[in-house]
């Protein structure tokens, strides 16, 4: 039984976030409402939890930082994870 709570390896972490820019990055004209609800319930949900690992919130913070360099940047997503 898988728990939402329990902690991912990292390489499952940073795949399902590189997927998550990805398709915010295509669709995000689309699903503006929904990505709103995930980062203020999800993101920053683990960045003020004092339960969150340091390299969880990293990881958050690596992904607000890309969809903000994406935005900036014309729409694909840079760089390397």
Same mark, same amino acid.
């Given at each position: 039984?898988?728990? &939402?709570? &329990?902690? /991912? !390896? !990292? /390489?499952?972490?940073?795949?399902?976030?590189?997927?998550?820019?990805?398709?915010?990055?295509?669709?995000?004209?689309?699903?503006?409402? *929904?990505?709103?609800?995930?980062?203020? =319930?999800?993101? /920053?949900?683990?960045? *003020?939890?004092? =339960?969150?690992?340091?390299?969880?919130? &990293?990881?958050? /913070? *690596?992904?607000?930082?890309?969809?903000?360099?994406?935005? *900036?940047? +014309?729409?694909?997503?840079? +760089?390397?994870?």
């Amino acid at each position: 039984m898988c728990s &939402a709570l &329990a902690p /991912l !390896p !990292p /390489l499952y972490s940073r795949a399902l976030l590189q997927i998550f820019v990805r398709l915010t990055v295509a669709f995000k004209d689309h699903l503006k409402a *929904e990505i709103e609800v995930f980062v203020c =319930n999800v993101f /920053l949900r683990i960045l *003020e939890s004092e =339960n969150s690992t340091l390299e969880h919130k &990293a990881l958050v /913070l *690596e992904v607000i930082r890309r969809l903000v360099r994406t935005k *900036e940047g +014309g729409g694909r997503a840079q +760089g390397k994870w």
